[in-house]
Every structure is written in C-alpha cells, then in structure tokens.
C-alpha cells in the first residue's frame, strides 16, 4: 500500500492479514504532491517533511534521481525508518530506463545470525505481488491464442464455477477483480508444508458463493486469481510454478526467484525469515501459501528489479522478451472502472497515478512480509520495496508506504492540486448522503466469518464544515483523513490527491470507495440491522442477558438458602423458570463458544488450517442446534410468565430473556453461524 493505510481497526486488521493484497493489502496510490519548489522527504513515521525550497530551487526533480542522491537520500531514510518501527529488515529496488539505478539492503535476514539483506541473494516473501506473474502468464497465453479473456472459464478448467444470473466468469473478471466471488480465508496460510494441498485439490474443494454480477463490483479474490493459475497450468501442460520458471523468470535472469512449495533447499538457505518485531527477534515459520498463484512466490530484490524493467520496457528485457509489446500495453491500459473517477484497476496491476505521473503497481503481504512495487510508465521508472516484520503495531506499512510517498515527491512531483470545489450548502448537504455505515464488498458472504465482516464495518462522518471523514481511512498519525467535496459526490483528501466517490441512485448513496483501494473493492450501504447502533445492541445486548440470568440462577438459591426462603414456584412455572434458565446457559455457552473460535481463529492462522475443520463443523453444529432449541425455550418460559400471577418484573425479565433469545437466533441466522460446514 502506499501513503495511506487502512486504518487497522483490531478486526479488520486480523482480516487484511491474511488478505495478501489487503483492506488493506492493496497498493495504495501516492497522492498529490507539493509544488515543485517544495518537494518534501518522508521521516520514518510516514510524516511528509519539507525540504529547504532554497536547496531544491536550482535543480530539476527530474535531474536529481541520479544514484548517488537516491542511495544518500535512503541512507538518511530507510536506517532510522527500521529501527523507528522495530523491523528486522528490508530491500528497495530502483530502475530506470531499462537499467538498475539502485539496489540495496537495509538491516538483517536473520537476526540471530546476524546476516545482513543481500539484494542480490536474500529472498523475500512479495505477497499479492506474486499476482503480476500470474497475470503475465495468462497473457502469454493470450497473445499465443490458447486463451481469450472474455471466455467462460468453465471452458478451461475441470470443475464448474457457477453463473451469476446466466452471466459466467471470465479472464477479464479475474484479472479486474470482478469475478463477483466472497472472500475465502480457510486454510489460505499455512506453517507446515504438510498442511499444502494440491492448487485443483484447494480450488475444488469450495468454490466461494457469487455474489455479485461479474465485471459489477470489485472484490480483490485471491481463489479468482489461483484459478487463473490454474488455468496456466492446464492449459501449458505444465505444473504453475514450473511454468513461472520457464516462461517468466528463465529469460529474465531471475535464478533465485520461485513460486515452489516447498522452496528448493538451496533457496531456503538464502531466504530471509520472518519477524513479528525485530526486538522479539523470534523467528517465524515459512509461511505456505495453499492458493499458491496468488501469493507464493519468493523472490531477491534484484531478480523483482529485472521484472519491473521488462514491464517498463513493454514486455522486453536485453534481446529476451515475456510479451510482445502490444500485449504489455493492453495489460498495463485496460482499465476497469470503479466508482466515478477514480482510479481503475488495468489487466492485473493496480492504476495508482502519482502527482500527475500515470502509475500501475501491486502490494503484497504475508503475515510478516510487506512489499510493494511501482511503475511510472511514461518516467520509465520503477520502485519495489519489501520489508520482513510486521513491526511495532503492524507499522512495517509506514517504510513502504513513507518511502514510495518521500520517492515520488522528491523525484516525481506534480503540479498543486487545483480544484475548486462545491459550495458550502451543498457540501453539507452530500456529506450527510454519504455519512453512514457500509459494508466491503470483499468479504465472507454465506458463512460464518461473515461475523467478523458485519462487526468491522466502515462508517463515514458528516462534519461541521462540510467535510467527510471515514476513521477506517486514516493518515500516518491515525487521525482520520478529512476529505472534501471537490466535484458533486467526489471528495479529496485535504492533505494528498487521494480521492473518494460515491454511486447515487434516486438521491441515496449506495456505494462508495477512495483510490487507495477503489480499484480492488467498494463500501456498500450497510442493512438497518447491521448498522452498529443495531447490530451491537442485539448481539452484546442479548448476551448480557442471558449471562445476567444465568448469574442470577445461583445467586438467587444461595440467597434463598441463607434466608431459609423455600422456592417459591411449582408447577409449570417453575418447570418453565429452571428451563429457561438452563437453556440461557446452553445458548451462552454456544454463542460464547462460536465468537470465541472465531476470534481465535483471526488472531493465530494455525486455528484456520483444513486439520482444524472437525473443530468448526462440531462448533457451529451445537449452534445450529441450541439457538433455536433456547428461542423456543425462551418463547415458552414468556408465555409462561405473562399468563401467571408472578410480579411485574417477572414478566419483563421473561419478555427480555425471549427476546435476547430470539435476536441471537436472527444474528446466527443472518451471519450464517448456523450451518455444518467447515467452508470459510
């Protein structure tokens, strides 16, 4: 990602871990930038510094991104950035016009060896940047004639991907992230090579619900990529990766670079390992990738460096080539739309325009891993950074995103954004259309961790001043961004170029999205019941009654006992009290049981690996069977109360417990806790 990050809320964080993308795993785009006179620096925590204007006023930016001036300005940027962000090390890349300019390590590949980041032999994890390489082999194969984009996939594979309202997936739909598919987690990391399935065997295994219409809405899909990968691999014959290595990394001189799993044992030996902190300095296991074409390669910043000049260089690299020039050009300029102007998504690669200077990029994380790679296509420049920790409260970000955001803005600046905006009623009037709660589009739609989707939900504030802010978009700081109205329904960031557009239909808001993830997913309009004034009053609101009820149940007889007091009911009430009142300690246990596996499973990947499957099904099968069992309980004991001549306060209690009950029957319901599937 870039400049900015989706700010990491605690559950949407656990999510954008595993995304390899992300809400945050997308390459952000740099936004726009100073005047040329000003062109600032980015310090360590991200924080844009203006340089002296009187140093920078004799010389072009242009001129100045020499390699000399490019290692001083990272000697004086990427040491203090690491150790600011307690990240063990990283690797930047710089090319420019077909050549390297730049290529150096910062920092160590293993701590407890002490082995400092070779750029030329230590291998990095990229994440979601794996991607360009499957892309650039589907359109080898397209230029070749052995597939065409616009294709039912069901043409090339040996499973079905349903339709979506008759209307099927394409090549097109994948490489945009249109596919319309929801968003699967299972098993997408793994820590032990044992846990690595065949790529047909993972694809096969659950094909995730559409969702919506294909080449409608985007919605970053790792599944959608590895079918594409799949894809290559019938269609060439040959195994993925072996195809990568031939095809893709032989003619482009990448020898230490591969997307095998597990690794060749003489790369292992050169791959960097992976940190949570550099202090904590312990070691992590290699990460495996089971959707393997979207995330598993491993790769030198070198070997990435010859990647980014055979796309600058439209396909070519020295007298080798990977694509013919007009297939470079079709995949780097086929856009596909989003939300109004915003930045598109092309044929694989992210549109990310820097300061006026048209960019393409992807992003990329692991859990530890964090990488990004920038194109500037008519600068013929390239830039690619990865880093091996998540760092000090995930801020591994800040290096990636500071040192792209001080690059572009040292070497590449813009003119000062001009725009002038709406007036203020009307700016008043927009930001309360656009202020509410919304959905992602790229999120888990017919199973249980849909929970986790409809509890991260993003909302957007209205302020005082006509502004917008949305807390999930927030700045270095963590502050939230203020965006305003610059154009009707399409806002800017105050302090960058980023920008935010909304779709209106009949005079309401339905969607949403802002160009630092606008072209891999949208913000739809939450439901009334999954706003969080709704949804988190039924959901925690419910379970404080059942859980005050099964307190009171000992309380009560221990009180009665103290005082010598006999139990005061017979009959059907007293069968219907001590039901109830059993059956909310069922429904609490259940309920407690389900969030707590899920929220177990989102802070430790082990938890969603395939072994783990009998856990779920047995987890959410006791859910599926006591909350209605604890609804009807519940709707008995209150029919019960209601036509008895217990006290007022009886009743109520028994009218609340009911529909504490039944309200947590909608949410299992709804969120799709009910079930007996292991699918995720």
């Not at 300005?73 to 300019?101: C, I």
């Not at 846990?195 to 899909?221: F, N």
Request: contains cysteine; neutral net charge.
């Amino acid at each position: 990602m870039k400049k900015h990050s989706i700010r990491r809320r605690p559950i949407f964080s656990a999510l954008m871990a595993l995304a390899l993308a992300l809400p945050a795993a997308a390459a952000e785009p740099v936004g726009q930038g100073p005047a040329p006179n000003q062109v600032p620096a980015a310090n360590a925590a991200g924080a844009v510094v203006p340089e002296s204007p009187e140093a920078l006023a004799s010389v072009a930016p242009t001129d100045r991104l020499t390699a000399p001036d490019l290692e001083a300005w990272l000697d004086g940027f990427m040491p203090y950035a690491l150790e600011q962000t307690d990240v063990a090390g990283s690797v930047v890349v710089v090319v420019k016009d077909g050549k390297v300019l730049l290529q150096k390590g910062y920092g160590y590949a293993d701590l407890a060896k002490r082995t400092p980041v070779d750029p030329s032999r230590t291998l990095f994890r990229p994440g979601s940047v794996s991607k360009l390489f499957t892309w650039t082999a589907v359109m080898q194969l397209v230029e070749q004639g052995k597939l065409n984009l616009d294709e039912d996939v069901n043409k090339y594979i040996d499973f079905t991907i349903p339709a979506y309202d008759g209307k099927p997936v394409t090549l097109r739909n994948i490489m945009t992230h249109t596919a319309g598919m929801e968003e699967v987690i299972r098993g997408l990391i793994a820590n032990d090579e044992k846990e690595i399935a065949p790529l047909d065997a993972t694809l096969k295994h659950w094909v995730p619900k559409r969702v919506y219409e294909p080449g409608s809405t985007p919605a970053y899909s790792n599944y959608a990529t590895a079918v594409a990968g799949y894809i290559v691999e019938r269609i060439s014959g040959q195994p993925f990766d072996q195809y990568i290595a031939q095809h893709i990394f032989a003619p482009l001189g990448m020898q230490h670079s591969s997307f095998s799993q597990p690794i060749q044992k003489n790369l292992l030996a050169m791959t960097s390992k992976g940190y949570k902190t550099a202090s904590d300095g312990k070691e992590q296991p290699y990460e495996y990738i089971n959707l393997a074409p979207a995330g598993s390669l491993a790769s030198t910043g070198a070997d990435m460096g010859n990647f980014m000049i055979a796309h600058l260089q439209d396909g070519a690299f020295g007298d080798q080539r990977i694509l013919r020039d007009e297939t470079a050009r079709q995949m780097h300029g086929t856009g596909q739309a989003s939300v109004g102007p915003l930045n598109k998504m092309m044929l694989g690669f992210y549109e990310t325009t820097a300061n006026g200077h048209r960019a393409i990029a992807h992003g990329g994380d692991t859990q530890w891993f964090h990488s990004d790679l920038q194109l500037f296509l008519d600068d013929n420049i390239g830039i690619y950074v990865s880093t091996n920790s998540s760092g000090k409260e995930g801020s591994a970000r800040l290096i990636r995103d500071g040192l792209v955001t001080g690059f572009v803005n040292r070497y590449l600046p813009g003119p000062p954004n001009e725009a002038k905006g709406v007036d203020a009623a009307t700016a008043k009037q927009h930001a309360q259309l656009l202020a509410g709660s919304y959905n992602s589009s790229r999120r888990a739609d017919s199973n249980f961790m849909n929970l986790v989707y409809t509890l991260g939900q993003t909302k957007v504030t209205a302020n005082e001043d006509g502004t917008v802010s949305v807390p999930m978009l927030a700045g270095y700081s963590g502050a939230p961004k203020r965006w305003r109205e610059i154009a009707p329904f399409v806002w800017q960031d105050t302090n960058s170029g980023d920008r935010l557009a909304a779709d209106v239909v009949n005079g309401h808001v339905t969607r949403f999205s802002a160009e630092p993830i606008a072209s891999i997913m949208v913000f739809q309009r939450a439901a009334w019941w999954q706003t969080p004034a709704v949804f988190m009053t039924l959901l925690f609101g419910s379970l404080a009654a059942l859980l005050l009820t099964v307190l009171a149940w000992p309380v009560s007889a221990l009180v009665r006992r103290h005082y010598g007091v006999r139990y005061p009911l017979a009959g059907q009430d007293a069968r219907a009290h001590r039901w109830s009142r059993i059956a909310s300690l069922a429904v609490l246990v259940s309920m407690g049981g389900m969030i707590a596996m899920i929220f177990t499973m989102m802070s430790d990947l082990a938890m969603m690996s395939p072994s783990k499957d009998g856990m779920v099904v047995a987890v959410r099968a006791l859910t599926t069977i006591i909350l209605p069992i604890g609804a009807a309980i519940a709707l008995w004991n209150a029919w019960t109360v209601l036509r008895s001549k217990r006290s007022w306060w009886a009743k109520l209690w028994g009218i609340v417990l009911a529909a504490a009950s039944l309200s947590l029957l909608f949410i299992g319901i709804a969120c799709h806790l009910v079930g007996f599937s292991a699918n995720y």
